[in-house]
C-alpha cells in the first residue's frame, strides 16, 4: 500500500479532516482505504484501471436514480492528474458486510434466502434495463459479446495453455467451442452490466437478513447480462442460482450462457495474474488446470 495515499487526499481535499485510516486489501484492482470509518476511497492499481475508474464513475452517477439497492455516491474524485497513486475515488461507507457463500448457506430455503434472491434479481433487472446512452461516453465502449469470447478463447490459448494440463484443455477448448459456434450467441443483446457480481461486492446485514448494498463497478461496462447471473451461480451455488434464475425474465433463454461464462472465471482470474505479475491471482485461478 502506498503511503502516499494519506497525503494525495489531504492535498486534493484540504479541509477533510482524516483522524484515522484503514486499510482493505481485497480489492484486485484498487487499493482501498476507509477513512475515519465512513469514507471508502480507491486508488487504482495499474495504468489499465485509471480510464476504468473515469467510466465507472461516470456509469454510478448515471444509475444511481435507477435502482433500488444502495451503490457507490463518487462524492470525492481526483481525475486530473491520471497516474497511479495521483487518481482516485471516494464515496461514503455503504453498510454492511460482504455476502460470503457461508453466511447465506445456514438460510436455505428460509424467508432470508427468498428476500436476498428477490433482491439480487431485482438488482440486476434494474441494472440491465438502463438505457446504454444514458451514461456511456462514446461508443467505444459498445461490445460484441461474441468477438470478446472469442478474443479471451485465444489470450487463454496463448498464455495459459502451457501451464494446463491436456485433458483440462480439452474441457477449456469444448466449452468455448460450443460457445462460440451457437449461432444465438453471434448477436447477444449487451446491456449495461456490473461486471463483477461476485460475493465481496454484495453487502448485507446478518442481522436484518436483507442486502444493504452493491459495490465495486470497476469491472461494469456493456455486455452480456448472463454474466452478471453466473457470478451468482459462482459465489452461492446451483440451488440459489435455479432460484434466482427463475426470477429473473427470459432466465431460462441466458442459463446455459451463464453455466459458460462461470467455467471462465478462474482462467480470467490466472490471466489477470499473468498481465499484472500477480502471482496470488494467478495460482488462485490455475488451482483446478494444473
Known amino acids: ?91 461514503p461507507l455503504i453498510e454492511g458486510q460482504p455476502l460470503w457463500t457461508e453466511d447465506l448457506l445456514p438460510h436455505r430455503n428460509s424467508n432470508i434466502e427468498d428476500r436476498v434472491a428477490e433482491q439480487l434479481v431485482e438488482f440486476l433487472v434494474q441494472l440491465h434495463a438502463v438505457e446504454i446512452n444514458e451514461w456511456i461516453a462514446d461508443d467505444t465502449n459498445i461490445v460484441n459479446v461474441h468477438e470478446e469470447m472469442s478474443e479471451l478463447y485465444t489470450q487463454i490459448q496463448d498464455q495459459l495453455f502451457r501451464y494446463i494440463r491436456p485433458d483440462a484443455q480439452e474441457e477449456i477448448s469444448s466449452n468455448f467451442t460450443r460457445f462460440l459456434n451457437n449461432p444465438a450467441n453471434h448477436d447477444i443483446r449487451p446491456t449495461c452490466i456490473h461486471g463483477d457480481f461476485g460475493t465481496s461486492n454484495i453487502l448485507w446485514s446478518p442481522e436484518k437478513g436483507r442486502i444493504t448494498g452493491i459495490i465495486d463497478f470497476g469491472g461494469s461496462g456493456i455486455g452480456d447480462p448472463a454474466y452478471d447471473l453466473a457470478g451468482i451461480l459462482s459465489g452461492y451455488g446451483q440451488e440459489f442460482f435455479e432460484k434466482c434464475i427463475a426470477m429473473y425474465p427470459d432466465g431460462d433463454q441466458i442459463a446455459e450462457r451463464v453455466h459458460f461464462y462461470r467455467s471462465t472465471f478462474a482462467l480470467q482470474e490466472a490471466l489477470h495474474g499473468v498481465i499484472h505479475q500477480d502471482a496470488e491471482a494467478f495460482e488462485a485461478g490455475m488451482r483446478d488446470f494444473r
Not at 72 to 83: C, E, L, W
Open 1 to 91: 500500500m502506498n503511503p502516499s495515499y494519506t497525503q494525495r487526499i489531504q492535498d486534493v481535499y484540504p479541509h477533510l479532516h482524516i483522524q484515522d485510516v484503514e486499510i482493505d486489501s481485497i480489492g484486485q484492482n484498487n487499493d482501498v482505504l476507509i477513512v475515519n470509518q465512513t469514507l471508502v476511497f480507491r486508488f487504482p492499481k495499474y495504468a489499465a484501471s485509471l480510464k476504468a475508474m473515469i467510466r465507472e464513475t461516470q456509469l454510478l452517477n448515471g444509475i444511481k436514480t435507477k435502482v433500488t439497492l444502495p451503490i457507490p455516491n463518487p462524492m470525492y474524485v481526483s481525475f486530473d492528474d491520471m497516474q497511479v497513486g495521483k487518481m482516485f475515488m471516494g464515496y
